[in-house]
């Protein structure tokens, strides 16, 4: 979801495809503990650009529903949100953009749409219990 | 026992990914131009569709349409009155398309890829969810009518700066609603400078051949 949900409410009158998202991760999770002989996962570090299209919260809340009945229930999800940074033509930098809503150099102000970081939606590690 | 931490360093949507560029293969090696069409609930994207693949048949360019719905199978029905192969895939309440809902599509309905000069893929009308997903289209094409308000490119800038070129809808609305023309473009710039902007109706037909050629040469182009 895209806008104002408060975290201890998504707006479950829409869809979200963050509960899709989490059901990624949690297979993703379970098959990498199941391949190290694990038993339980007790955390999980995501990093998530800021323009990934997913929102934390939503993602917080699918992620304890859909967890639930998998080796992954009960674990923490640590996200680790990563600001966006483009790369400028005009002056070769490349620098944390201060708002999505403007893409431009923040150094020279040139238009920029050049992404570098930012839509990361990346499992980075697990922590299991044997 | 001491917890352990695995590195696992892998994209959550990786499966999709993979798909999509499966599909994006197949589609170069058919040669046709698939563009991914996305915008809000009720901005247009049946109705340019019908008035698009009208004129690119009417021109003697093959095209089909996949269509992405919550719950019903209208679209299909109005689009196959164009004359185009169309297909609907209902979500059942899924927000968005996924690469796996339109290679199964594809294989059900036996469409002759190799016939097609261009396939649209219209998507559930949503402008969060539909934007990390690859469907392994050459374009995807955003759509906003002049009636849902000049700054939605800053309210939704994730899809809007994913897109590659976008589409005022309902352009013959423009004067009743004094939409505002030069804060529109002004919103769009500051998400994706640089972007491609055609302004159609549907209704009159306004601005649709330009849209039409635009494809068509891009097509031609790759």
């Known amino acids: 979801m895209g806008t104002s949900e408060s975290p201890q409410s998504p707006n479950l009158f829409h869809p979200m495809h963050e509960l899709s998202i989490a059901r990624n991760l949690i297979e993703m999770a379970e098959t990498a503990a199941r391949d190290a002989g694990a ?9 998530l650009g800021q323009m990934s299209g997913v929102v934390s919260e939503a993602l917080l809340f699918c992620f304890d529903v859909a967890a639930q009945g998998t080796l992954v229930e009960g674990a923490q999800l640590d996200i680790e949100l990563l600001p966006v940074v483009v790369h400028c033509p ?9 708002s ?5 150099c923040p150094r020279c102000d040139a238009p920029t749409a050049e992404i570098v970081q930012g839509r990361e939606l990346v499992l980075a590690s697990i922590e299991i219990e044997d | 026992m001491a917890p352990r931490i695995v590195e696992i360093r892998r994209g959550v949507l990786e499966k999709n990914d993979r798909i999509a560029h499966e599909l994006r293969d197949r589609f170069h090696e058919a040669d046709v131009f698939v563009v991914n069409l996305v915008s809000s609930p009720g901005t247009g994207k049946t109705a340019l569709l019908e008035q698009t693949l009208e004129r690119l048949i009417n021109r003697g360019h093959p095209a089909a349409a996949l269509v992405g719905d919550l719950a019903t199978e209208n679209d299909a029905r109005r689009l196959a009155r164009s004359g ?4 609907q895939i209902v979500t059942d309440g899924m927000c968005h398309l996924e690469a796996y809902l339109v290679q199964n599509h594809l294989d ?18 949503n402008l969060v969810c539909p934007s990390g997903y690859d469907l392994g289209e050459d374009l995807r094409a955003v759509l906003l009518s002049v009636t849902e308000g000049e700054d939605k490119p800053e309210k939704y800038p994730t899809m809007f700066h994913s897109s590659d070129v976008a589409v005022f809808t309902k352009i013959d609305l423009a004067e009743p609603v004094e939409f505002d023309r030069d804060r529109a473009y002004e919103s769009l710039e500051s998400v994706r400078p640089g972007i491609t902007v055609f302004e159609t109706s549907a209704k009159t037909g306004a601005g649709v051949d330009e849209w039409v050629d635009w494809l068509v040469g891009r097509r031609e182009a790759q």
């Open chain 1, 100 to 104: 999505i809503q403007r893409f431009r």
């Open chain 2, 84 to 87: 185009a192969p169309a297909r």
């Open chain 2, 108 to 125: 059900d309905w036996g469409l002759d890829l190799e016939g097609l000069d261009f396939l649209f893929i219209e998507n559930v009308g």
């Open chain 1, 90 to 98: 005009a002056c070769g930098e490349d620098s944390p953009l201060p």
């Open chain 1, 39 to 47: 038993s339980r996962v007790t955390r999980l570090r995501l990093e």
